[in-house]
């Protein structure tokens, strides 16, 4: 099946910092993926939708100038948290549809952000 | 996308089969029904879909109702390693995001 691959898996950065989430498709290409956040005890929020060449769409409430999305090939997308703040501590995680309809879709591993 | 409704949590006897319920009494008739699972601190999993046969993988099953408006996930047996948060999607074909809701959290106890 489809693997969408995310690095890191965990990080700790300092307050005022950059820091940068990757997810790539090993075996199929993902025209379009789905970043989500997830704070602890709650569920999954759609944060952004990125689409290979074109800018990102994002969702009501998101900075965009804060969560870079760059999706500048079919396998590969990147989430950048800007000027990373104590708030945006939480778990990112990417999704892209599978390359066949049975799959479903498929999502990455997760990064634990903490920011200190 | 429809909206779902799922018991917050349910306790399952390891080796017994888990009936998760959920219900989207607003799908559409071009909505899929899709149920992931989310073990502590990972990525979501997929399980299984369906439009409006049951059906059947080497995970699960999965029972539509025949007016659409609730599913059930079946785990045949269940083991200490299907503990998680089960979630039940409501969504159309395609390159559409997942609208996740509060899932259900499932203990499965030795």
């Known amino acids: 099946g489809a693997v969408v691959s995310q690095h890191p898996s965990w990080v700790i950065c300092k307050s005022g910092t950059s820091v940068k989430i990757e997810c790539r498709s090993l075996d199929f290409q993902a025209t379009t993926m789905f970043w989500y956040r997830q704070f602890p005890k709650q569920s999954l929020m759609l944060m952004a939708t990125s689409n290979e060449g074109s800018k990102a769409t994002y969702e009501q409430g998101v900075e965009k100038d804060k969560f870079l999305i760059n999706h500048a090939s079919l396998t590969l997308s990147t989430l950048t948290v800007t000027s990373a703040h104590p708030e945006d501590s939480s778990f990112y995680i990417c999704?892209?549809?599978?390359?066949?309809w049975g799959y479903g879709y498929t999502f990455g591993s997760g990064t634990r952000l903490t920011v200190v | 996308d429809a909206k779902t409704t799922q018991p917050p949590s349910m306790d399952c006897a390891e080796g017994r089969a888990a009936n998760l319920p959920c219900n989207h009494s607003t799908i559409s008739g071009n909505e899929y029904v899709y149920w992931y699972r989310q073990i502590h601190s990972q990525g979501p999993q997929y399980i299984i879909h369906g439009l409006k046969n049951n059906e059947t993988n080497e995970m699960a099953s999965l029972i539509i109702t025949e007016d659409r408006k609730s599913s059930t996930l079946i785990l045949p047996h269940a083991t200490l390693r299907d503990t998680a948060v089960y979630y039940c999607i409501v969504s159309r074909a395609g390159s559409y995001q997942l609208t996740f809701g509060k899932g259900t959290k499932l203990s499965v106890i030795p």
């Open positions: 999704s892209a549809p599978g390359q066949e």
